[in-house]
């Protein structure tokens, strides 16, 4: 993540501006631009507008790139490899995002051709679940309950109950599953 005063000081010598013209260009004291240059202080947003006005610029093309938010996009097409598991020869299993373990959801796509179940699965107390089913028709099996469900159907629950997913049809099924990660 680049800090505001990173982006002052790039921004500042791409226009081959000095600190001292920029605080005669914007009324601020070259010591409080130093600071905040240096990460030493932040500034005021009234301050921030001063100095994008110098360096031609708007308060918003300023702050572009210091949002952590959008470095936190991950954008998964459809040609991109995936990490793939399998349940024998009947389920697959395809994580859909990289870097889960440091994501704060876990997405997957399970394919279960016709006749298949996954093994069970029991998460820890603080994982949650939800399941939709993308194509067919599937059973959860969720702590000795069934729940049949139909495409474009979706269930939420604790992942600390013992589970399997079932497609009893002989059709394939696809289930796109996505759980929070572990405490």
Known sequence: MILIGERIRNV?????????????????????????????????????????????????????????????????????????????????????????????????????????ETEEERAEKTVEKFIYVNEGDVILHLNKQEYPLKQDESIYFDGSLPHTIANKSSKTAKVISVSSPPA
Do not use: W
């Open 12 to 116: 500042r010598k791409e226009k081959d501006i000095t600190l001292i013209e920029l605080s005669k260009l914007t009324g601020v004291a070259q010591a409080t631009l130093s600071r905040i240059e240096t990460g030493d202080m932040i500034g005021t947003v009234e301050c921030h507008q001063s100095v994008a006005n110098a360096l031609g610029m708007s308060l918003s093309e300023l702050y572009e790139g210091i949002d952590e938010r959008t470095s936190k996009t991950h954008h998964a097409k459809k040609t991109d490899s995936h990490t793939t598991s399998s349940q024998g020869e009947r389920v697959k299993i395809e994580l859909r995002t990289s870097k889960a373990l440091k994501k704060k959801l876990f997405p997957l796509v399970i394919t279960l051709k016709g006749n298949a």
